[in-house]
């Protein structure tokens, strides 16, 4: 009603203007005059269509009030004038991205992804239907809870700790493990193990976590490990490259039982004792003290020894 009025009296204004001066200029005639003797103004509007950028307007449109230009108002300057637009008063920032040129919410800034944040302030203004179904932040992403630059909706670890991401996180959003033995980069001794040092397992918990099992705690991981399950007494001594009780002569006796573990070859070349007291030694078949690797007479009976023998090992004569 207040446009209405404030319409009335500028055709008013207009009209006893114009019959007052009844001295038009050429310019103010180039449209046409009426029959009072002033410039034809075809939409009633108050501005003479001489100087009416907008002179067709529809009785309708005309009540909603026009601008010195003859034309609807639009005060935000968004080519939707304000009797239908629902957001009359947009700044420039908030039309800088488009605003809606028809429906529920025209003149309005657009937001082409319907997620409640517009365009013009919109980061991500493409958001598919999945993106958003963890949510979104204020710039209109995808939330990153733990901020691994994996957003929630596809990260399959979305609460990782600072300390979890350390070493970096996978596609799904989880702690890295290099060499997938299911224990993550940023906790594993050994992240790098090969395929063939997994094979057996790895260390779970303390202070090896992610290394390569090693049962028997002889310094040799399991997977290659030939004796694996060593008890201490067997590790004693010491163990080989393959993790098995040294056996330093190669008689065949590991170095843990072994009385003489530093048997030549010439000493064990007739054989060495396999259990008792000596184990480990050469071998004296007949007992008389000289082994058989040196024992020309090595089968002497107890008579021929109780008489005692040579260097040889044969009976004195």
């Known amino acids: 009603m207040t446009k209405m009025l404030a319409l009335i009296t500028q055709r008013r204004k207009f009209l006893r203007a114009c019959i007052k001066s009844p001295n038009t200029l050429p310019h103010e005639m180039e449209k046409g005059i009426d029959s009072d003797g002033c410039p ?6 108050g501005v003479p269509d001489y100087r009416d950028d907008c002179p067709k307007h529809s009785r309708f449109e005309t009540r909603r009030g026009v601008d010195s230009r003859g034309c609807m108002i639009d005060t935000d300057k968004d080519e939707i004038p304000d009797y239908k637009d629902v957001c009359p008063k947009d700044s420039l920032e908030e039309r800088s991205k488009g605003v809606y040129q028809q429906g529920d919410q025209i003149g309005c800034p657009i937001d082409s992804d319907n997620d409640n944040v517009q365009d013009y302030r919109d980061d991500c203004p493409q958001n598919l239907p999945t993106e958003m179904e963890k949510g979104l932040d204020l710039r209109g992403c995808p939330f990153d809870r733990d901020k691994d630059d994996v957003p929630d909706y596809r990260d399959a670890c979305p609460k990782n700790k600072h ?3 350390r070493k970096g996180v996978d596609s799904h959003g989880c702690p890295v493990d290099t060499d997938q033995d299911r224990v993550p980069d940023y906790k594993d001794v050994c992240f790098e193990n090969s395929p063939e040092e997994i094979s057996k397992g790895v260390i779970q918990q303390g202070t090896h976590l992610g290394c390569p099992i090693d049962n028997d705690q002889d310094g040799v991981p399991d997977y290659r490990d030939n004796c694996p399950n060593n008890r201490p007494a067997e590790l004693r001594k ?3 490259s393959r993790g098995c009780p040294l056996d330093t002569d190669k008689d065949g006796v590991h170095d843990y039982k072994d009385v003489c573990f530093n048997n030549s070859p010439k000493e064990i070349s007739k054989g060495v004792h396999q259990q008792g007291l000596h184990l480990g030694c050469p071998i004296d078949n007949d007992n008389d003290g000289v082994p058989d690797y040196r024992d020309n007479c090595p089968n002497n009976n107890r008579i021929e020894i109780r ?7 044969c009976p004195r004569q």
Do not use: A, L, Q, T
């Open 238 to 240: 010491g163990v080989n």
């Open 163 to 165: 300390f979890e991401i």
């Open 307 to 313: 008489k005692g023998v040579d260097s040889r090992g």
């Open 40 to 45: 034809v103004d075809i939409d009633k509007d």
